[in-house]
């Protein structure tokens, strides 16, 4: 049963980042009590969101930022610690739900930490479903414990389904913006700069997320994402481009019914509806303005221009580690075009050797989660190295 909302304790992994600092926003529009706060090592802001917001913890990552941390925070009687072991205690800290916002497959192990002593997720990092979705879900249910997707389009097909356990799904429709570059041949991506890439026409996000929303990698990830949270195949999940993003995405019915979720394009309404759930609350963000809209619009992505799309369902139809191979090249490539060692059109490439040279197995636990990750990173890592 839901508690009174005013009472509601959270902890923010990843505050410091897009999806922390907006569920910041939730917290102080509804007065949430903050527990627990983590960054990597942006020590600045995360001094900031301690004073304010007087969380029990603060947790770095980095092992740099932790005498920084610990000064800063000197005064305030906050218990700071680091690491990936105490970013783990962290998550484990009882509350009403922990948001799991950090970038990366390093999100797995909190979150099945979170699970594991029995506090509910709202789930934004959608690399511990992809790396770790089958542990993920077991650990859901042998708690008794809820996963709320943060996602935009995960929480519109939770909407979606809400009121609908009877029922079979048909099929989920995945909107997609289809990002800065859609309608770009394989040529035109040849000549895009990081800043193209990074300027997302609709969303405001990470800088990780936004290359992936150019190179659709995003709408891949999402596509194993769902197969993940809903138990559906990966036959079920249709990706639409939608360039507006404010139909967040949809479930189709047997009888033919479409059901979905509409609104402005605002991270602050899924997360704050992971939170509420299965309420609603005022919010702050904008309403809807179907006038101001206009025109919806759908079209088909192009998967042989943007081939991480075609990877991510190659990599899901073979199972087991396969997607962390995607996914761990394609963190190790992002990384590498985010520090300008490779242009942007090598992601894709890499992503594609990457995931026919590097052996997954059928097995899945966290073992071969992490040798599988270590593999593809370090493929391409040398294929970097090597030069094209
Ligand atoms: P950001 O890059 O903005 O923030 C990431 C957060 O994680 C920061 O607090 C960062 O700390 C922390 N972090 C980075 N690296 C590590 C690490 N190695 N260990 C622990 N913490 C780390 O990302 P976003 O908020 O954009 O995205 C977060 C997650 O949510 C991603 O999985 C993304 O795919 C997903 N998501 C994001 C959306 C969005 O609108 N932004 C929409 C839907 C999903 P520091 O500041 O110190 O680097
Ligand atoms: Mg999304």
Redesign the pocket.
């Known amino acids: 049963m839901p508690v009174n909302d005013e009472n509601k304790t959270l902890t923010i ?8 600092t ?1 569920t910041l926003d939730v917290c102080r529009m509804h007065g949430y009590k903050v527990k627990a706060l ?6 600045d ?2 001094e900031k969101q301690a004073r304010e917001f007087h969380p029990e913890t603060v947790c ?3 092992e740099g ?1 932790y005498a920084d941390m610990k000064e800063r925070l000197a005064d305030t009687g906050i218990k700071v610690t680091c690491g ?1 072991e105490a ?1 783990c205690e962290t998550a484990a800290i009882p509350v009403d739900m922990v948001i ?5 497959m ?2 797995l192990e909190p979150t099945l930490a979170a699970l594991n002593a029995h506090n509910r997720v709202g789930l ?5 479903l992809v790396t770790g979705g089958e542990l993920v879900k077991a650990a859901e249910k042998s708690n008794n414990v809820d996963i709320v997707p ?3 389009e995960h929480s519109a097909i939770f909407q979606s389904l809400m009121g609908n356990s009877q029922n079979k799904i048909e099929k989920i429709i995945l909107t997609a913006s289809g990002g800065p570059f859609f309608g770009y041949t394989k040529d035109m991506l040849r000549g895009v700069t990081m800043e193209q890439a990074l300027h997302h026409p609709n ?8 290359t ?1 929303s150019a190179t659709l990698m ?1 709408k891949g ?1 999402e596509l194993i994402e769902a197969v993940r949270l809903f138990d559906v195949t990966p036959e079920q999940v249709e990706v639409v481009v939608h360039r507006q993003s404010i139909l967040h995405s949809a479930v189709e019915y047997e009888d033919g019914a479409v059901i979905g979720q509409l609104g402005v394009p605002d ?1 602050k309404i899924p997360i704050q509806f992971a939170v509420t759930y299965p309420r609603r609350l005022p919010s702050c963000s904008r309403k809807l303005s179907l006038f101001d809209v206009g025109t919806l619009t759908f079209e088909r992505a192009d998967e042989e221009t943007f081939v991480c799309l075609a990877e991510a369902r190659g990599a899901i139809a073979k199972g087991g580690t396969a997607p962390t191979v995607l996914n761990g090249a394609n963190e190790a490539a992002v990384a590498a075009f985010l520090d300008g060692k490779i242009p942007f059109y090598r992601i894709g490439e890499l992503v594609s050797a990457c995931c026919a040279a590097v052996r997954y197995t059928a097995e899945v636990t966290l073992g071969t989660i992490n040798d599988a990750d270590r593999a593809a990173r370090e493929y391409v890592d040398k294929e970097i190295q090597k030069g094209e």
């Open positions: 992994l990843g505050s410091t980042g897009s999806i922390g907006q983590t960054a990597n090592s942006s020590t802001l995360l770095v990552m980095n930022a990936k970013l799991n916002a950090v970038v990366g390093v999100g934004a990092n959608k690399e511990t943060i996602d935009s969303w405001s996000m990470g800088r990780k997320i936004t992936d995003n990830l991270m």
